[in-house]
């Protein structure tokens, strides 16, 4: 019986552990909607790639920080939960976006987007198939 009891203990801590470690952890799930060349292609030839993005807040993240970067082409940017603060510069000036709202970054200017609590988006790359889709940079603000 002693031996069970340690068992069903061993359970519940486990499940408990399980339940913390998941609601401490935030997570940014990107889900590819389309790409039209995934693994690169000519120099030539345009990419087209759909992305859509769900952050979840945690204790231990509870804000979401794409850190600057800049991309080699236009990106068209959805908001569709939540708000983001875009800040593109220089002459880093910062745009506030909603539901609904689009914000599209220029090619090769650095780039920073903040949310303060779960947010929802699209972002759409269009750019030559064989360039990376974003490159990180300094804080140039």
């Given at each position: 019986m002693n031996r069970k009891r340690r068992w069903m203990a061993f359970g519940v801590i486990g499940v408990a552990a399980a339940v913390v470690v998941g609601a401490a952890v935030a997570t940014v799930t990107p889900m590819?909607?389309?790409?039209t060349h995934p693994s690169g292609?000519?120099?030539?030839?345009?990419?087209?790639?759909?992305?859509?993005?769900e952050f979840v807040p945690s204790d231990d993240q509870p804000t979401f920080s794409s850190g600057w970067h800049h991309h080699p082409?236009?990106?068209?940017?959805?908001?569709?939960?939540?708000?983001f603060r875009i800040t593109q510069g220089p002459p880093c000036h910062a745009t506030i976006l909603g539901p609904g709202e689009t914000?599209?970054?220029?090619p090769e200017l650095p780039v920073l987007a903040e949310a303060k609590q779960a947010a929802k988006w699209t972002t759409t790359f269009i750019l030559a198939?064989?360039?990376?889709?974003?490159s990180a940079e300094n804080d140039p603000c």
């Amino acid at each position: 019986m002693n031996r069970k009891r340690r068992w069903m203990a061993f359970g519940v801590i486990g499940v408990a552990a399980a339940v913390v470690v998941g609601a401490a952890v935030a997570t940014v799930t990107p889900m590819v909607l389309t790409d039209t060349h995934p693994s690169g292609g000519p120099a030539n030839e345009v990419r087209l790639r759909v992305v859509r993005s769900e952050f979840v807040p945690s204790d231990d993240q509870p804000t979401f920080s794409s850190g600057w970067h800049h991309h080699p082409g236009p990106v068209i940017f959805q908001v569709q939960e939540g708000r983001f603060r875009i800040t593109q510069g220089p002459p880093c000036h910062a745009t506030i976006l909603g539901p609904g709202e689009t914000y599209i970054e220029t090619p090769e200017l650095p780039v920073l987007a903040e949310a303060k609590q779960a947010a929802k988006w699209t972002t759409t790359f269009i750019l030559a198939a064989n360039k990376p889709l974003l490159s990180a940079e300094n804080d140039p603000c």
